[in-house]
C-alpha cells in the first residue's frame, strides 16, 4: 500500500511503520498508510528558520503578493483534479469547492493585499511621535517579519482551505510554515501540497509538510515561532499551555470549534421572506460539510409562540436531503470525515437525547444512495427540541461536530442574547430580522462573546456569503470557548506575524529606515523638477520649493465665481461676528488648487497622472494679503506591476504638499497620489 507522504527537509519522504490508514469515507476502502513517525522536527523547524525565511524576507510585500497570485492562478488551472480526492473525504461537490475554491481565494484575497503595503520587506506602522521641541527628536512604529516558522495543526474538515487561510497569511508577512493537517484527511493535502512544491513558485522551505500525528512537532519551537491550532477547545488549551510554549513565549493561536447561535428576531412572522430565509440558512448550516464545520449552527433560537411553526417548516426542508455518494448528482449531503467521527457523534447525541426530544432523524435509520451505508461514515441529519435552555443545559456544553443542530425557545431580544451568550463564547452567530434596530441591538448586546455576527434580511441575502463562511478580509476566531484567537483579517492577520518595534531618531534618520519622508527630515532641493524624473530617479525627501504667490480678493471672489461655493465666511465680511475668522478668508480648495498650480511642471514627462489626495488638511486661515509658497517633496514610492505586455512599467509616488505662509507657517498639508513612468519599458 502506498504512503500519503511527509514533505520535508526539501524532500518527500515516508514515516517509519504506521500511525493509521486513511480510508475512503463513502466506500471504506483503504487509501494509503500515514505516518510522520521518524521525523527529525528540531531540524524540519531549523531548516524552514534557516532555508525558508532567509528567502522570504528577501521578497518585498509586492513580490510576495505577486507570488500568491502566480500560486493561486496555477492552482485554479488544475483544480479539477483535486475534486476527485475531495470525494474521498465525504465531500459533496459544493462541499469541495468551498473547500478547494474557497481556500484558492485566500490566496487571492492576501495576494491583493500587497497594495495596502509598501514596496519593502518591513512594514512602516502608523504615524510619526513627535518628542522633542525642536522636532530632532521623533518616534515611529517598524513590523519586521518573526525570524521564526508558523506551525498550523488543522483540522480534518477543510484539508485544503485550513491550510491555504494560513499559509497565505504567513507567507505574504515573509515567514515560512509547517503544516501539520489532521492525518483522516491529510490525503487531499498532500494532493494539494504536491502540485505546490512542484509548481517551484515558492522559494525552497518556505513550506513543509506532516501528514501524520505529528507527535513531537511541538517540542523544538521557541521564541519568534507562531503555533496555529484549530480544533477541540480541550486539546488547544493543552498545547497553549505547554511550559516551554509558555517560557519561550511562542506566540499560539488558538481557533476552537464552539456552539454558534441563528436566531430568528422576534419581528420575523411565517409568510415573510425573512422566514424562509432563516429556515433555508439553518438547514444548509446542519447540511453543508455534513454539520462538520466549525462555525456551523448548532443552536436555533425562535421566539417560543413560532416553535411549532420553525419546527415543521425546518424539519420539512431537512426531510429533501437526499445522503450518500456525492459522486451522485442527487446528493445532497455526503459523509462525515471517517467512522471514528460517527462513533464521537453518536456518542455526543445520546448525551444531548438525556435533556431534549429527537423532533428529526435516526441516526440508525435513514437511506443512502449510491453507497453502502454500513462501510461509509453516514449519518441522518438529528434536529432536538429543548423546552427550557436556562434548564436543560446540556446543548450549551455537548457539541455534536455533525449535522445536529437544537431548537430553543426565547421570550424577547434580551433572552435570546443571554441564550447566545451561554455557548461561553462562539465563532459566530447570525440574527435574520427585518428590523435594523433589532439588529443593531442584538449586535451591540452581543458582540462581546461573538467573534463574527451576521444580519441577515432580504436586503441581503441573495448576495450573503453565508452564516459558516469565514472570509479573509474578516477576522475569524472568537473569545471564550471558542479559543480567544484570531486568524485572518485581511491586513490584521499577516500583522501577527510581524513583530512591531519603536523606533526613536532623528527625523533623517528615521526617513532612511522606513523609506517614507518624516516631518522635520532634510529636504534636498531636487536638481531636476520632480515632474521630470522618471520613477527609478525619484529620492525620498527631494523636495520642489515653489515660487511665492500673494492671495488677493479677487483670487477669492474668482475661485468663489467658477466653483460656486459661496459660504459666507469667503463672500461675506460683514457675517464673521462670533466666528474664529478675522476677516474674509481663502477657500482650503482654492489654496490647495493654487498649490497645484505651483508645484505642476506642465509639459508632458514621466508623471503620467495624479488619481487622488490623501490627508488634506487646512491648518491656517489665508486671508487676502497673505503670501504663499509650496514645499513640493517626495514623500514615499511604491512600485507597481506591469498588468500586461502591453502595460507601461511604472510606480506609484505619493507627494507630500506642504503650503506655508510668510511666517514660515503651515497652512495646509495633503498628500497626492501620481502615476509615474519608469525608465525601464522592458
Not at 188 to 200: A, D, G, N, P, Q
Not at 529 to 548: A, I, M, N, P, S
Not at 557 to 579: I, K, M, R, W
Not at 621 to 644: A, C, D, H, L, R
Request: aromatic share 8%; net charge negative; proline share 4%.
Amino acid at each position: 500500500m502506498q504512503y500519503i507522504q511527509n514533505y520535508v527537509l526539501g524532500k518527500w519522504v515516508n514515516g517509519e511503520g504506521e500511525e493509521l490508514i486513511a480510508k475512503d469515507a463513502i466506500t471504506g476502502e483503504d487509501i494509503g498508510i500515514v505516518s510522520s513517525q521518524g521525523l527529525d522536527y528540531r531540524a524540519i523547524l531549523e531548516y524552514g528558520r534557516k532555508t525558508g525565511g532567509p528567502a522570504l524576507r528577501k521578497m518585498t510585500f509586492i513580490e510576495r503578493g505577486l507570488m500568491l497570485k502566480k500560486l493561486a492562478l496555477h492552482l485554479v488551472e488544475i483544480k479539477d483534479q483535486f475534486y476527485e480526492t475531495s470525494f474521498k473525504t465525504g465531500a459533496t461537490k459544493i462541499d469541495s469547492w468551498v473547500d478547494i475554491e474557497g481556500g484558492f481565494g485566500n490566496l487571492f484575497a492576501n495576494a491583493s493585499l500587497r497594495r495596502q503595503f509598501p514596496d519593502l520587506p518591513y512594514y512602516v506602522d502608523g504615524q510619526h511621535a513627535p518628542l522633542s521641541k525642536n522636532g530632532t527628536f521623533i518616534g515611529h512604529h517598524i513590523m519586521v517579519p518573526k525570524r521564526g516558522v508558523a506551525v498550523h495543526i488543522n483540522a480534518f474538515n477543510f484539508p485544503v482551505w485550513g491550510m491555504l487561510e494560513k499559509i497565505a497569511v504567513n507567507l505574504m508577512a515573509g515567514v515560512p510554515a509547517v503544516v501539520k493537517p489532521s492525518e483522516y484527511t491529510s490525503f487531499l493535502t498532500e494532493h494539494v501540497v504536491r502540485e505546490i512544491i512542484k509548481s517551484e513558485i515558492l522559494p525552497e522551505g518556505a513550506l513543509q509538510l506532516v501528514t501524520g500525528l505529528g507527535r513531537g512537532i511541538l517540542d523544538h519551537v521557541t521564541t519568534g515561532d507562531t503555533v496555529t491550532f484549530t480544533g477541540s477547545a480541550a486539546t488547544g488549551k493543552k498545547l497553549q499551555s505547554l511550559p516551554h510554549i509558555i517560557e519561550r513565549s511562542v506566540t499560539f493561536n488558538l481557533e476552537a470549534d464552539s456552539l454558534n447561535a441563528a436566531v430568528l428576531g422576534p419581528d420575523v412572522e411565517p409568510g415573510m421572506p425573512e422566514f424562509d430565509i432563516f429556515i433555508k440558512e439553518v438547514q444548509r448550516e446542519i447540511t453543508t460539510k455534513a454539520g462538520q464545520k466549525c462555525t456551523a449552527v448548532r443552536r436555533i433560537l425562535v421566539p417560543e409562540e413560532k416553535m411549532d411553526a420553525v419546527q415543521e417548516a425546518l424539519t420539512a426542508r431537512l426531510a429533501k436531503t437526499t445522503i450518500g455518494n456525492p459522486r451522485s448528482k442527487e446528493v445532497r449531503m455526503g459523509s462525515l470525515a471517517s467512522t471514528i467521527q460517527v462513533e464521537r457523534l453518536m456518542e455526543n447525541v445520546e448525551r444531548l437525547k438525556k435533556s431534549q426530544e429527537v423532533v428529526y432523524g435516526d441516526l440508525r435509520d435513514y437511506p443512502v444512495v449510491d453507497a453502502d451505508r454500513d462501510k461509509g461514515a453516514f449519518v441522518s441529519p438529528i434536529l432536538f427540541r429543548n423546552s427550557d435552555p436556562f434548564k436543560n443545559t446540556d446543548v450549551h456544553e455537548v457539541e455534536c461536530f455533525g449535522p445536529v443542530s437544537s431548537l430553543l425557545p426565547y421570550k424577547d431580544l434580551a433572552q435570546a442574547v443571554e441564550i447566545a451568550n451561554m455557548g461561553k463564547g462562539s465563532l459566530v452567530s447570525t440574527i435574520v430580522t427585518a428590523d435594523d434596530k433589532i439588529g443593531r441591538e442584538f449586535v451591540v448586546e452581543a458582540a462581546h462573546m461573538h467573534g463574527r455576527i451576521q444580519v441577515l434580511n432580504a436586503k441581503s441575502a441573495k448576495e450573503s456569503t453565508g452564516h459558516g463562511s469565514p472570509m479573509p478580509l474578516l477576522t475569524h476566531g472568537g473569545p471564550g470557548r471558542a479559543g480567544g484567537g484570531e486568524e485572518m483579517g485581511g491586513k490584521r492577520g499577516i500583522l501577527h506575524y510581524l513583530q512591531r518595534t519603536a523606533i526613536q531618531g532623528h527625523p533623517d534618520s528615521i526617513m532612511e529606515i522606513t523609506q517614507v519622508y518624516q516631518p522635520g527630515a532634510h529636504r534636498p532641493e531636487a536638481e531636476k523638477h520632480l515632474f521630470r524624473q522618471h520613477f527609478e530617479e525619484l529620492k525620498v525627501g527631494d523636495t520642489v520649493y515653489t515660487h511665492k504667490h500673494t492671495v488677493t480678493d479677487a483670487d477669492i471672489a474668482s475661485f468663489a465665481q467658477v466653483s460656486g461655493d459661496n459660504f459666507y465666511a469667503h463672500v461675506d465680511e460683514t457675517s464673521l461676528d462670533g466666528t474664529i475668522f478675522e476677516g474674509k478668508v481663502a477657500h482650503g480648495y482654492y489654496i490647495l488648487s493654487k498649490a497645484a498650480g505651483m508645484f505642476v511642471d506642465p509639459k508632458k514627462g514621466p508623471v503620467l497622472l495624479n488619481y487622488g489626495i490623501d490627508e488634506c488638511r487646512f491648518t491656517k486661515p489665508v486671508y487676502p494679503g497673505m503670501t504663499i509658497g509650496v514645499k513640493f517633496t517626495v514623500k514615499e514610492k511604491i512600485n507597481q506591476e506591469k498588468k500586461s505586455e502591453d502595460d507601461i512599467a511604472k510606480g506609484i509616488v505619493k507627494f507630500n504638499v506642504d503650503v506655508y505662509d510668510e511666517e514660515n507657517e503651515t497652512v495646509a498639508l495633503a498628500t497626492i497620489l501620481t502615476m509615474v513612468k519608469k525608465l525601464d519599458q522592458g
